[in-house]
């Protein structure tokens, strides 16, 4: 006779990234069906223009109560270009689900959202006056993948390397992967210039330190979440 224990622990929902994966998309598919003059007027009005940002001639406090600052985070969900949003997704999917289940959904959805906020505004600091704007969702994927080496420092990745005709699996260390791709940013952010509308390279430090940061922050906050 087998009789069923229900244990403490419950399963939970994970369900941040799959939403932010799904809009993403859809937004995706929506402006591939626009036309091209619709497609730009809709990436002005709702991406991050750093010529709009901030205004030196106005008041600081009144420009906070702006409306138009709330395209810091509709800029996050804007891509136009599918590689674009293949790379992002992709980064999203491998670091974002296991940072989402240590985080919690809330927690991971604020470390997204707040991360890719302080990426933009950064962006838009180092092209101030840039009237093309900033899309993606790349700076907040930073914030993910700085969260990520921060809860996770001495975690492997499994990669799949072609060797001649043989495909080798190996496992490295995330944290080695991350720190030369955070690297590569920082080259890019000096070297050959931003790409306006699809990259804007300090986005992704800016990001990255963010992530690091807010992992910091919430270990107390994990741990009590992990006790339950």
Same mark, same amino acid.
């Given at each position: ?110 470390? *997204? $959202? +707040?991360? =890719?906020?302080? /990426? ?5 600091? &180092?092209? %101030? #006056? ?44 995330? *944290? $080695? +992967?991350? =720190?030369?791709? /955070? ?5 890019? &952010?000096? %070297? #050959? ?36």
């Amino acid at each position: 006779m087998f009789v069923n224990v229900e244990t403490r622990r419950q399963p939970r929902l994970h369900w941040a990234a799959t939403l932010l994966i799904c809009i993403c998309v859809v937004t995706f598919m929506a402006l591939a069906l626009m036309s091209p003059p619709r497609r730009v007027t809709f990436l002005l009005e709702w991406g991050t223009v750093p010529a709009n940002v901030f205004d030196t001639h106005q008041p600081i406090l009144q420009q906070l109560r702006d409306p138009a600052l709330l395209r810091l985070i509709t800029a996050l969900f804007i891509h136009v270009a599918w590689l674009h949003l293949l790379s992002n997704l992709l980064f999203l999917m491998i670091f974002g689900v296991p940072a989402e289940r240590t985080l919690g959904s809330i927690r991971f959805l604020i470390l *997204f $959202l +707040l991360g =890719g906020v302080v /990426a933009n505004f950064a962006g838009a600091i &180092s092209l %101030a #006056g840039e009237v093309r704007p900033i899309i993606g969702c790349s700076g907040a994927v930073s914030a993910v993948l700085g969260a990520y080496v921060s809860l996770f420092p001495r975690a492997r990745l499994g990669l799949v390397l072609p060797l001649g005709f043989y495909l080798e699996f190996v496992r490295v260390p995330a *944290f $080695l +992967l991350i =720190g030369i791709w /955070a690297l590569l940013q920082l080259l890019f &952010s000096y %070297a #050959g210039g931003p790409s306006y509308g699809g990259y804007a390279w300090w986005t992704h430090v800016a990001g990255f330190l963010f992530g690091v940061l807010f992992a910091l922050l919430s270990r107390n906050a994990i741990m009590r979440r992990m006790r339950r």
